[in-house]
């Protein structure tokens, strides 16, 4: 479950979008079996009870958007983004685990003049702890 608050301050050819979020997942793993191997034997009635895993995550997320080809983003059908990002996690296991760490987003949407088809890529790039992801994000859309 999460939620999100956010809002938009428009500006001639950019917008502040910030935004809040937090999301809170729990899930029981259970019981995981397994083949153990050692000095020439093997043992397939292994298993583990691997418990709970819950985590929480909070981001604060002040996007930019800036109009590409008109002289306002709700006009534009090009649009550049760039969207810093301050991220909390709370991970919950046998153990608890709790970091924070920061990213950025950046991304480049086009939509076509008559409004039927349109294109997004987006770049995502986080440090939260000791990890590190990424992702890349490609959209296209065309209605018939």
């Known amino acids: 479950m999460g939620g999100a608050l956010t ?39 292994l298993s583990l009870d691997a418990g709970n895993v819950s985590i ?17 983003v709700a006009d534009s059908n090009a649009q550049l983004s760039f969207a810093p990002r301050l991220i909390c996690e709370r ?26 088809s349109s294109a997004n890529i987006r770049f995502v790039v986080d440090r939260v702890g000791n990890s590190r992801r990424s992702n890349v994000v490609f959209n296209l859309e065309h209605r018939f």
Request: proline fraction near 2%.
């Open 7 to 45: 809002g938009v301050y428009a500006y001639e050819r950019y917008e502040l979008r910030p935004e809040l979020a937090f999301s809170y997942g729990k899930t029981w793993i259970g019981d995981v079996g397994f083949t153990g191997v050692a000095y020439g034997l093997t043992d397939d009635t």
């Open 56 to 72: 929480a995550n909070l981001t604060l997320r002040p996007e930019i958007v800036w109009a590409l080809d008109a002289e306002m």
């Open 91 to 116: 991970t919950t296991t046998a153990t608890t685990t709790q970091d924070c760490g920061t990213g950025a987003e950046i991304g480049l949407s086009s939509n076509s003049e008559d409004g039927l």
